[in-house]
């Protein structure tokens, strides 16, 4: 399977911390994306970094990307209750092959 | 305004009757996917479409199948649902990056 794997599976902070999330892949890749879904509700897409990027930014989020350790990072700044949710990363492996999800963080931020 | 939506946003059925999904999108795109989701999971590929071209993945069970009549629309048929397809069903759409309607949650009684 290409599945990634994520870590941790679950993260409980307070508000104001940042939150760390890490998630692995097999092979070379296109791009890996983030997702956010609060509870019950779809996906929503936050970020895309391309394989021959290394870092993105947007707002309080953070993406990293190590093609040589097939893992990325999404950091979220100084967290707010609001993101509570659970977030997946997702590879594009190209080709006109689907995204494969990874098994997703759940992130609860304590006010 | 909703790029992706999906009818019903709930809906119950009984074992073994039939049971239809719907999404419609308002972007044009000619990728639509159907996901299944189960409780603290990932989201499940079963089907995707490109244009007409239709993808079913290989672990999808027989009893699931999709109709794309057009661009805008796909629709996700379970010909006899079991007590393991309570779910949520996701559509979505995009090249790129995908678009989510706000999923369907199937229970089964």
């Known amino acids: 399977s290409q599945q990634g794997e994520e870590d941790p599976q679950a993260l409980s902070i307070q508000e104001g911390e940042n939150a760390t999330m890490n998630c692995s892949y097999k092979?070379?890749?296109?791009?890996l994306q983030w997702y956010r879904q609060n509870s019950g509700r779809g996906l929503v897409h936050l970020i895309l970094i391309r394989s021959n990027e290394r870092e993105k930014h947007s707002g309080r989020l953070r993406v990293t990307l190590d093609t040589s350790k097939k893992s990325s990072s999404l950091l979220i700044t100084a967290s707010r209750a609001a993101d509570t949710a659970s977030y997946f990363c997702?590879?594009?492996?190209?080709?006109?092959?689907?995204?494969?999800f990874g098994k997703g963080t759940r992130l609860s931020v304590i006010a | 305004d909703a790029m992706v939506i999906q009818n019903p946003r709930y809906q119950v059925t009984q074992f073994g009757k039939p049971v239809t999904l719907s999404c419609s999108q308002t972007?044009?795109?000619?990728?639509m996917y159907w996901y299944q989701q189960k409780s603290s999971q990932a989201p499940k590929l079963l089907f995707h479409y490109y244009d007409k071209d239709f993808n079913n993945e290989a672990d999808t069970p027989d009893n699931f199948q999709s109709r794309r009549p057009n661009t805008s629309f796909c629709f996700l048929d379970i010909r006899s649902p079991g007590l393991g397809d309570a779910a949520m069903y996701l559509c979505a759409t995009g090249q790129e990056t995908q678009y989510f309607g706000p999923g369907t949650r199937l229970l089964v009684l």
């Open positions: 997702a590879t594009d492996y190209g080709g006109n092959t689907p995204l494969v």
């Open positions: 972007l044009n795109h000619n990728v």
């Open positions: 092979t070379s890749i296109n791009n």
